[in-house]
């Protein structure tokens, strides 16, 4: 295990934290188009961290880990309409808040009735469409 997420559960287990969450780094944003995706070897890391502190019963005193990326690649988005549903600043609803795929915007969907959720669930998220097979 990396020396380093070991010292940050430690200091989260200190300050009485209850979770940790693991956000994996997106292309979007001012980071789109810009290589920021992790190494396998990093994604394998942060998955036996998880699994650690989640599961052995030498952590049951540590935080929570929560790292949707580790459910992502096996089952697909955990979002898309499907179990959560984000809308930005502007009123865009989009499949997925880490990957920022804008649909329709809620007020026009208000006003014209548009089933902005059928669109959203059929689309899903599409980051982890193809990652999800070499889990299967």
Known sequence: MAKDLMKYADLAKSLQIPFIQ????KAVGHYEGKPVSLEESHYDLLERFYLLLNLDPAYTDYPVIIYHGFHQRRIGCLSGGNRTLY???????????????????????????????ETIKASGCQRYINEKARFL
């Not at 693991?22 to 780094?25: G, I, K, N």
């Not at 600043?89 to 809620?106: D, L, R, W, Y």
């Open 22 to 25: 693991l956000l994996e780094p």
């Open 87 to 117: 809308i930005d600043s502007e009123g865009f609803v989009n499949s997925c808040p880490f990957c920022q795929t804008k649909s329709a915007n809620i007020k026009d969907a208000l006003v014209t009735n548009e089933n902005v959720m």
